[in-house]
């Protein structure tokens, strides 16, 4: 089942300019985890946060997480052409088992030079 | 540098046909995972496996099987290959869960499979 769900569906925006993006859950998390996925290819690890963390820096990135409101968001300072791309939120629901991750549908970035 | 390889990048096959789509993996992981992403539904988890031979349904397994039988290796077979499995696979892998600690995915490059 799809739990995460990204806001917008797509963003088109300057390069250079700063990029947000959202991300909505609907039950509790162990760690949320964001990916991007370029054209045609397979999906990239870029960050994971924690259920326990509020706040992750990783280079250009900023994810925030508000578990009160089942939230977060991805930050993409500085914007680049090359950061266009498809971003997807993940979500590992808490508690033992399985460790298979739920996708979001993705928000579509694209960078105008 | 670590890799999940996928054996073919597209791939087309008739109708009734058995498909196998290959993954292999060099980073030693426990956990594989088979997906497949369409637009406007996103990524649906088809199949996932902890260990060798051990295997979990996940949110749409109807039409497809899979085998682990080494741990570098996991397998999703097409039974009968019906036009509605036209998509692109994902595989994935993931070290476990460990003391707490939780990891990223590592994706291949994916399968595009056309059902004609």
């Known amino acids: 089942s799809q739990q995460g769900e990204e806001d917008p569906q797509a963003l088109s925006i300057q390069e250079g300019e700063n990029a947000t993006m959202n991300c909505s859950y609907k039950?509790?998390?162990?760690?949320l985890q964001w990916y991007r996925q370029n054209s045609g290819r397979g999906l990239v690890h870029l960050i994971l946060i924690r259920s326990n963390e509020r706040e992750k820096h990783s280079g250009r990135l900023r994810v925030t997480l508000d578990t009160s409101k089942k939230s977060s968001s991805l930050l993409i300072t500085a914007s680049r052409a090359a950061d266009t791309a498809s971003y997807f939120c993940?979500?590992?629901?808490?508690?033992?088992?399985?460790?298979?991750?739920?996708f979001g549908k993705g928000t579509h970035l694209i960078i105008q030079p | 540098d670590v890799k999940v390889t996928q054996s073919s990048r597209y791939l087309v096959k008739r109708t009734g046909e058995k498909v196998f789509l290959e993954c292999v993996q060099d980073?030693?992981?426990?956990?594989m995972f088979w997906y497949r992403q369409d637009p406007g539904l996103g990524l649906r988890l088809i199949y996932f496996?902890?260990?060798?031979?051990?295997?979990e349904k996940g949110d749409i397994p109807e039409g497809y099987s899979v085998s682990r039988e080494k741990k570098e290796r996991f397998s999703l077979i097409l039974e009968s290959a019906s036009t509605n499995q036209t998509s692109m696979y994902l595989c994935a892998s993931s070290p476990p869960r460990a003391q707490g600690v939780t990891y990223g995915y590592t994706f291949g490059s994916g399968t595009r499979l056309t059902v004609v």
């Open positions: 039950t509790s998390i162990n760690n």
């Open positions: 496996s902890y260990d060798v031979k051990m295997k």
């Open positions: 993940a979500t590992r629901p808490s508690g033992g088992g399985a460790d298979g991750l739920t």
């Open positions: 980073m030693d992981h426990e956990n």
